[in-house]
């Protein structure tokens, strides 16, 4: 049973499962969860895994809880520094799912975290439409 | 691994080896509910002589405190406990 439509264990009406978490030592974690009742409101399974993660806390998540996707809140102008070492550990660990980063943001540091492979950059005026959108979008395209 | 050219059998032998991204990619089969996942079932007669241990309660019974115990209680030596959440949503 290895036909590639029965490989893929999501069928159309499973729900995204996403993987959200503050990483580092950035404590401002309210955006996050508001965040994590918009995707919730629109369907999704959220697993928020709270303040001072690490990389291999999270990768651990994604991998237990086979998640679709990783959004990370940044706060506190680490995300040049903490965007990069997340990406890079979620490709030593094989993992094939988005990192949508989300908080504050500066608009120059948008095209450098996007070329480092994250997937798409989200600022505080985002709606609960464009959250949730960017986030199908980058599922999908993955 | 990517999630679309990986098949039911390989993931199976790849949960068996102990790949967590495997077993995590297996229960969201199961909870699919697709056809195919019954051909998972087969994977319950491998433990062979583990104990399977369930632990329910209200909230704030100390589930978790318990299930950490039986871990610590368990561990060591070549005995690999695991642990199998459900949080109902």
């Known amino acids: 049973m290895s036909e590639a439509t029965g490989s893929d264990p999501r069928s159309p009406t499973t729900p995204i499962r996403v993987v ?57 102008a680490g995300h040049l520094t903490l965007a990069p070492v997340m990406i890079e550990a979620m490709r030593e660990a094989d993992l094939d799912v988005p990192l949508i980063v989300g908080g504050i943001v500066p608009d120059r540091d948008v095209e450098t975290l996007l070329e480092a492979g994250v997937a798409a950059v989200l600022g505080p005026g ?10 199908r979008r980058a599922v999908a395209a993955r | ?31 699919s509910g697709r056809d195919e996942a019954s051909a998972i079932a087969a ?17 704030g019974a100390g589930k978790s405190t318990m299930v950490a115990k039986l871990v610590a209680g368990y561990g060591g030596g070549d005995r690999r406990p695991a642990i199998l959440a459900v949080d109902p949503s």
């Open chain 2, 43 to 59: 994977l319950t007669h491998h433990p062979g002589r583990a104990h399977v241990v369930g632990v329910t309660g209200a909230p």
């Open chain 1, 20 to 76: 959200l978490a503050k990483l580092g030592l950035d404590g401002h974690d309210r955006g996050i969860k508001v965040v994590a009742r918009m995707l919730r409101d629109a369907g999704m399974e959220v697993i928020y895994l709270g303040l001072r993660q690490t990389p291999e806390s999270i990768v651990a998540a994604v991998e237990q809880e086979d998640a679709d996707a990783v959004g990370l809140s940044m706060h506190n």
């Open chain 2, 1 to 31: 691994m990517t999630r679309r050219d990986v098949g039911i059998d390989t993931l199976m032998e790849r949960a068996v080896a102990g790949d967590r991204r495997a077993t995590g990619r297996l229960l969201t089969l199961v909870e």
């Open chain 1, 126 to 135: 985002a709606s609960a439409g464009e959250v949730v959108e960017a986030l």
